[in-house]
Each structure stands twice: as C-alpha cells, then as structure tokens.
C-alpha cells in the first residue's frame, strides 16, 4: 500500500518513524493508502528549503513571477480531469463537484497572473518641498497554509496561489483525510517551471500544526477549517507575531419570501443543501420560509426533488452527491439526526441507515429533511455538515434578518424573493459576511475575496482576491528628498537655470 511522505525541495521525501494515518476510499470504505504524520524535523527541512528558495524569488521581477503563475495556471487546467478524479476518489464528491473544486482555485492562479498590477505600489510626487513619498509591497516571508477536507484543490491555491504571487515561499499542510491533490499541486507547480521549495507540502495532524505555529521563520498563517481549531490556531500564530487569517465553520440559512419564485429556489436549495454531501462550508443546511402558508409552497416544490434525488458513488455521472469523508463523519452526521428528532424536529425525510446496493460499507448517508426546527434546538446552533437540511418556519421578515445574524456563525446567508427593496433592505442589515440574492452559494469570485463573520473567520483579512494580496505583504513608505548638491555629478545630471 502506498505511503505518502511530504513534497519538499521538489522531491517526495519520508520522515523517518512517522506515524500513519489511513486514507480511506468513503465508496468502499475500504483503506487506500496511507499519509505520514510527521512534526517538526520535517517541518524545518521544507522551512530551510523554502527560505532559500524565497529569497531569489523575492527579487524575481514581478512580470517573471506572473509567467510562472500563467504557466502554472495552464498546465493546472490540463489535468483538471486527473485532478478531479483523484480528489473524488479521497472526498468521496462527485467528480464533476471535484471538477469544480479544481477550477474555483484556477481562478485564484489566474486572478494571481495580474500581481504586476496589483503589487504596484503608491507614488505622490511633490508631498512636500522637492520631497516625494513611495509605498511598496514587500513579501513576507515564508508563510503556511493549514487545509481542510473539503476542498483539497481550491483551498490550497486559494492560499498559496497568493501567497508565491506576491513574492512569498509557501508551505502547504493539507488535512490527513485527502492529502494527495495538494501533493500533486505541489509537482505540478515545479513541472511548470516554479522553483523547487517554493511550494512545499507536509503531511501531519495537531502536531504539525503546532510546529507551524511554533515555528520562528513563518510570517504567517493562514487557516480554513473547524472555527474552535481556527481560533486555536489564530491565537497561537498571533501569540508569536505572526499574521493569522482563520476561516471556520459556518451554518448558512436561505430565506424565503412569499413572493420567492417557489420552482427556482426549491431547486437551488436542493443543490446547495445536498450538494457534496452538505460538506460546504458554503451550503445551504437552513431553510427559513417566511409568512403564512410559504413552508407548505416551498413543500409542494421542493419533496418531488427531494425524492428524486440519486445518492451514487462518486464516478456516478448521474448521481446528485457520494458518500461523506469518513465511517466517524458519518456517524457523528447520523447522531445528530438522532438527536434533531430527540429535540422535536420533524422528519420529513431520514437518510440514516441509507445503503447503497453493491457499496454496504461506504459512508453515505441519504437526503435528510427536518421540519419544525427552533433556533433553541443544539441541533441547529451547530454545524452539522452533512446532507441535511432544517427548516425553520419564520413569521416575519424581521425574524428572517434575526436567525441568521443572531446565530454563531456569519459565513453565508441567501434571500430568495422577487422584491428588490426587501432584499436590499436584507443584504446591508444582516450580520453574515457574505449575502446571495437569488444566488444559494454567494462564493465571491476570485477577485473579490471570501471571507464570513463571527465564529466563520478569526482576523482580519479575507482570503484571495486584494484581501489576499494585502495580507501577504507588507507595506514600506519611503519619504526621500535630494536636496541640491554640490558634487561634480549632480552639477551635470540637473542643469542649472
Ligand atoms: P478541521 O478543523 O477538522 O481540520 C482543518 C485542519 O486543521 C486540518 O488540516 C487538520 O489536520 C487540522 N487539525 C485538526 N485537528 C486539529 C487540532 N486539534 N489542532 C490543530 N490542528 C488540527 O476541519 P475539516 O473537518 O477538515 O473541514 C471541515 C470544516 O471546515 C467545517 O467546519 C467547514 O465549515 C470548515 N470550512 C470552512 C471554510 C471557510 O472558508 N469558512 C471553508 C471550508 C471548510
């Protein structure tokens, strides 16, 4: 069975007594391979090679540097395909989802080709007599990224796509649940020309991460994943002077107004629920229909597709999700239907104890729809991360603005109606950082920048787009005058009037 190591100085290389962790295939449930656990010696190893490597990059011009990112970019493109069924057969999304996944963090690499432009600095002339000020954009360093399961290929690019564009070394420590897309990013980016140790990967858990935060040459840490590890991580990557930018957990209501076009948004809020198995930190897992008689509209559109729905394995062209990541996903998922019911929920549709024919032992878990859920209930403050949606009945707009800024997390939140003033009147009141009208997953392209509210994000920058290139730099101002000199050589550059 194959061991992956760590991808550092352009090579694979092994960290000796590593522990392992196994890598399951979510459609058989069966163990395909195996990642390496390692810690710090391993971590240094990419961090001396990454520092070798940053400090010719650094003073690579800008215009070379972008060339490598455009190179980079197409060569990414041409093995979408591979990519995507290698993040399909880890993840367990379909593989047209994991299509997807490949090309949201192109975006980044392509948004990442303009860093000319973007880098420029600020020039006023004249800002006081003959003195003339100038800003530039220095990288900082070497800095790491720490990834979650869920997109192995977006996040990753996301983070280091910004990070090498700006002039920095980056080191990449993917989760140990699908670490092999990030490794294959890693070659693909010294196949394209990037320097070797530019990128690094390394592989590990809790120890590693705290290598990364512990370590005295990373300038900075960016972070997606659960929001109590993103707030661990975001206090301890500050507590020893780093830049944190922490992205967490997230529980996403999608409001409906009477006036909603019902057809339009049942189907929208089926794909953005159930899509990848609900493992989005950007799906829809609420429901809030507003006013007498629009949960029973919504209904009518919304069962026939529930209930036509296909679960598949992830090759399954046809098939609407696949299985969830782990057996211990699955049955934390599960539970929390158990426990949703325990609460007084109502199930209008139970996806526990789903099996699919031929595929026993794989983690799949069916459609699930809750009714009757009060933000009282556990079961909604939580994320739960799987395909499960929970409606949750609101009286008036009023409520509809108060569930989800009152609730604990702010990544996402989308209004479905036909009237414009209401969801204006929506979008600048709610307390969620990033709002889709009449769109289910408002993820902002790649040159705006993402980035949710409350417990969704810990810091202050968002990721990718000027957020992104801001937070990996670092401004100096230069206030310069030249006074008139008395030197032979002044004399014969500036004539003398
Ligand atoms: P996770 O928090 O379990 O893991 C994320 C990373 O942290 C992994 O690299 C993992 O190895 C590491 N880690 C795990 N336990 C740790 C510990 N105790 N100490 C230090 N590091 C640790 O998250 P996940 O299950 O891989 O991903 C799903 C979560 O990520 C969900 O909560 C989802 O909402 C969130 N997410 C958020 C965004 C966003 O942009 N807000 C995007 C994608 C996913």
């Not at 990753?156 to 090498?164: E, K, S």
């Not at 670490?179 to 020309?193: D, K, N, Q, T, W």
């Not at 990996?472 to 032979?488: A, I, L, N």
């Amino acid at each position: 069975m194959q061991n992956i190591g760590h991808y550092i100085n352009g090579a694979h290389v092994n960290a000796k007594g590593a522990r392992l962790h196994d890598i399951y295939d979510p459609n058989t449930g069966a163990v395909q391979r195996r990642v390496e656990l390692a810690g710090a010696d391993t971590l240094d190893k990419a961090v001396k090679s990454a520092t070798k490597a940053q400090r010719i990059w650094a003073q690579t011009n800008p215009q070379r540097r972008a060339r490598v990112m455009f190179d980079y970019k197409v060569l990414v493109e041409k093995h979408t395909e591979e990519l995507a069924e290698l993040l399909s057969s880890e993840h367990g999304k379909v593989v047209a989802d994991s299509r997807g996944d490949v090309m949201r963090g192109i975006d980044v690499i392509e948004f990442a080709c303009g860093i000319p432009q973007g880098q420029k600095g600020e020039h006023t002339y004249g800002a006081g007599p003959e003195i003339d000020v100038y800003s530039m954009r220095k990288p900082l360093g070497v800095v790491a990224g720490i990834t979650p399961f869920n997109f192995p290929a977006m996040i990753p690019m996301w983070m280091f796509g910004m990070a090498i564009a700006t002039g920095n070394a980056c080191i990449i420590k993917p989760s140990e649940k699908d670490p092999s897309v990030p490794m294959r990013l890693a070659e693909l980016f010294v196949e394209a020309g990037g320097p070797e140790g530019l990128l690094n990967v390394v592989n590990g858990d809790k120890e590693m991460v705290d290598a990364i935060l512990a370590h005295p040459v990373i300038k900075a840490v960016s972070f997606v994943g659960s929001s109590d590890i993103a707030q661990y991580v975001y206090g301890g990557a500050t507590a020893t002077g780093k830049r944190a930018q922490c992205m967490g957990g997230a529980k996403n209501h999608g409001i409906i107004m009477p006036d909603a076009n019902m057809e339009q948004a049942a189907k929208d809020i089926l794909g953005a629920a159930y899509g990848s198995a609900g493992e989005r930190c950007m799906a829809l897992p609420v429901v809030v229909p507003v006013g007498e008689g629009t949960a029973e509209k919504f209904l009518e559109a919304f069962m026939p597709k529930l209930k036509a729905m296909r679960v598949g394995v992830s090759s399954d062209a046809e098939a609407d999700y696949g299985p969830v990541v782990t057996a211990a996903h699955k049955k934390r998922v599960e539970s929390m239907i158990d426990q949703a019911v325990a609460e007084g929920a109502t199930v209008l549709a139970d996806g526990r104890g789903f099996t699919l024919q031929g595929y026993e032992d794989g983690f799949f878990i069916g459609p699930t729809l809750l009714d009757n859920v009060t933000p009282d209930m556990e079961t909604y403050k939580e994320e739960i991360f799987g395909p499960v949606l929970q409606i949750v009945r609101a009286k008036t707009f009023e409520e509809a603005v108060a569930l989800p800024s009152e609730h604990q997390y702010g990544n996402g939140v989308a209004i479905f109606t036909q009237n414009g003033r209401a969801a204006r009147e929506f979008a600048d009141r709610v307390e969620v950082g990033m709002v889709g009208i009449n769109v289910p997953i408002p993820v902002p392209v790649a040159y705006h920048s993402f980035g949710g509210w409350k417990r969704s994000a810990f810091g202050d920058a968002n990721q990718y787009g000027n957020e992104g290139l801001r937070f990996y730099t670092k401004v100096k101002t230069v206030t310069q005058r030249w006074p008139e000199g008395e030197t032979e050589d002044s004399a014969f550059i500036i004539p003398r009037f």
